[in-house]
């Protein structure tokens, strides 16, 4: 963190590698975000390039976190979802220092680091005990913190509820491949999350992904009995979350 409680996030998607420095009492963003496509083919040495010239762009001479939408485990990317799968088995903190110049990152899961940008600056702010963030999307992410620690690498999408994945039940990519209305996709999404409270006990629900801005639509549906409520941060909370990570060490 600098002396002024900066400190650098970065994001790194299927389309698009957006980061910035955020102001850690506030949670948000000290300029306006920088946002550099995501090459094509997404190999690792081509996205730390990418990485490079948008901390250069940014001026920023100090550690960076970032997020990948992989499991990271000691640094190393074990999956990859939207990125070439190229970055399964790459070490990638080592891979993100080399190519900036050796200073100190950390890597973490997209999810993860959304859930705990929303667990301090969002949705979930004003409570306590265990948050469960999922972002609903091609697949259903899911970010796990207690009182504020986070338990990395959840991977809550995969979960059987149903004798189905979970992501394969209540997707936002699912509504849209089989046409379903708010309605039919809500008692999929229903069922996901009472399978998920009667394991978890969460005190709240937090939805994220592109759907979470119809929430109006959907979250009124739900028959589940834990409090759903949609993501605060959305585009910025990767961002806020990996800088989050770097200023605490957060090293999965």
């Known amino acids: 963190m600098s002396a002024r409680g900066h400190a650098f996030g970065i994001d790194i998607g299927g389309s698009g590698v957006k980061g910035g420095a955020v102001d850690l009492a506030t949670g948000e963003l000290v300029h306006e975000r920088i946002k550099i496509a995501t090459p094509q083919p997404s190999t690792p040495q081509a996205v730390a390039d990418a990485v490079a010239k948008l901390v250069a762009q940014a001026d920023w001479d100090g550690p960076v976190g970032i997020t990948l939408p992989s499991v990271i485990l000691d640094g190393v990317a074990r999956t990859a979802a939207n990125i070439d ?3 399964v088995g790459t070490d990638a903190r080592a891979l993100f220092s080399n190519t900036l110049d050796g200073r100190e990152v950390t890597v973490l899961n997209d999810a993860d680091a959304a859930g705990l940008a929303e667990d301090r600056y969002g949705a979930a702010k004003d409570f306590a005990g265990l948050v469960l963030l999922l972002t609903f999307g091609t697949g259903i992410g899911s970010a796990l913190l207690y009182h504020g620690t986070l338990v ?8 059987e ?7 394969h039940r209540a ?6 491949r089989d046409g379903l209305s708010f309605e039919q996709w809500a008692a999929e999404v229903s069922t996901v999350l009472i399978g998920l409270e009667n394991l978890f006990w969460p005190k709240v629900f937090v939805a994220g992904g592109g759907i979470s801005r119809d929430a109006d639509q959907w979250i009124p549906l739900l028959t589940n009995r834990t409090q759903v409520i949609p993501a605060h941060l959305r585009n910025t909370a990767g961002i806020v979350g990996a800088a989050m990570a770097i200023d605490a060490g957060i090293a999965p």
Do not use: P, R
């Open 161 to 167: 509820v149903g004798g189905m994945e979970t992501e």
């Open 85 to 87: 799968k190229a970055w």
């Open 171 to 176: 997707a936002a990519s699912i509504k849209d």
């Open 152 to 159: 990395a690498n959840s991977e809550l999408g995969h979960l």
